[in-house]
């Protein structure tokens, strides 16, 4: 496997890639699509929600925490996620912005 070599783009380059990475699997899609859906803490019932094991769902909300897209709050013995407002609106302004509307080349074009 070569060598990426990320000094060779821009830095809003290569935060859209990691934020494309983040949520590059359709687990973390799902589990993106119950936070915004409840819209508050969830604590523990992602597992029930959509049938994947703990340690399967544990892993991709690390994932999820990592790029910055959810944030956990510890409390005993359970761990609650929430979606983090400032950086799902980040998100949401950077594929705006990338997803621009095209013309067509028209009928001569590939």
Not at 35 to 50: A, F, H, I, M, R
Not at 69 to 95: A, H, M
Request: some cysteine; overall charge neutral.
């Amino acid at each position: 496997m070569g060598i990426t070599k990320t000094e060779l783009f821009t830095k809003k380059q290569n935060e859209l890639a990691a934020m494309a990475k983040a949520i590059g699997h359709p687990a973390r899609i799902a589990i993106l699509q119950v936070l915004v859906k409840t819209n508050s803490c969830v604590c523990g019932s992602l597992v029930d929600e959509l049938g994947l094991a703990q340690a399967t769902i544990s892993q991709h909300l690390k994932e999820l925490k990592n790029a910055g897209l959810i944030q956990g709050n510890i409390e005993g013995t359970s761990v609650c996620y929430c979606i983090d407002p400032k950086t799902w609106t980040k998100y949401r302004e950077f594929f705006s912005a990338f997803f621009t509307d095209i013309v067509p080349c028209g009928d001569d074009c590939c």
